[in-house]
């Protein structure tokens, strides 16, 4: 079957899914919007923001993550055409507030098949992790024991495939915990890997 077939079947599994109880009136964010299905590079984050992907149903874009992101993204000369965005769990976690949240471990474990199947679909050269959360999300998926912080920026090997570990370009992290400057440089190794190929 083609391969676009399968993303549409993907795509109406996932908008159809209603297992996490708290985001049974969200939609999940996987479509053509997310990008290629021939990307240079998979990235995954942690889930669709309130102000960004679910409202915009476009992958970090419409809110201040998804700038910063934009930002690190034309760094390094790729456009949207050239990568495809996935998150952990692809609705919107929210607080009873209405606010963000972090997706808990059984909603991560929920949603896991659809990013294996994903990552299975798109067979991307390079995946790329934003964020701690993604890159344990993976150990559902096949073992690992990268952490965050000592794997940031390295490209490693992970299930017969490439992987690169990098931070979340939200506002908190940028501020916390890697700054902007540090972030282009991580993306600036993002590019030279792709341009070695
Ligand atoms: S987050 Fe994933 S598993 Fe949970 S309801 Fe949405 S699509 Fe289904």
């Known amino acids: 079957m083609k391969q676009s077939t399968l993303f549409r079947q993907l795509e109406a599994e996932a908008a159809a899914c209603l297992i996490c109880e708290r985001m049974q009136d969200?939609?999940?964010?996987?479509?053509?919007?997310?990008?290629?299905?021939?990307?240079?590079?998979?990235?995954?984050?942690?889930?669709?923001?309130?102000?960004?992907?679910?409202?915009?149903?476009?992958?970090?874009h419409g809110d201040a993550s998804g700038k910063t992101f934009e930002q690190l993204l034309a760094s390094i000369?790729?456009?949207?055409?050239?990568?495809?965005?996935?998150?952990?769990?692809?609705?919107?976690?929210?607080?009873?507030?209405?606010?963000?949240?972090?997706?808990?471990?059984?909603?991560?474990?929920?949603?896991?098949?659809?990013?294996?199947?994903?990552?299975?679909?798109?067979?991307?050269?390079?995946?790329?992790?934003?964020?701690?959360?993604a890159l344990d999300a993976l150990r559902l998926i096949a073992p690992h024991d990268f952490t965050l912080k000592e794997a940031a920026a390295k490209v490693l090997e992970w299930n017969g495939r490439k992987l690169v570990p990098l931070y979340h370009p939200s506002p908190q992290v940028l501020i916390t915990v890697r700054s902007l400057a540090q972030q282009l440089e991580d993306f600036k190794m993002l590019g030279q890997w792709l341009k070695s190929r």
């Open 26 to 60: 969200r939609k999940a964010v996987l479509s053509k919007l997310n990008g290629s299905l021939m990307p240079k590079i998979l990235f995954i984050a942690e889930a669709p923001g309130r102000n960004g992907a679910d409202r915009t149903r476009i992958p970090f």
């Open 77 to 133: 000369n790729l456009t949207r055409a050239d990568i495809f965005i996935t998150n952990t769990v692809l609705c919107s976690p929210r607080k009873p507030s209405g606010a963000n949240d972090k997706p808990t471990r059984a909603e991560i474990r929920n949603c896991s098949h659809f990013l294996r199947r994903t990552i299975e679909l798109l067979h991307p050269p390079l995946i790329a992790t934003l964020g701690a959360v």
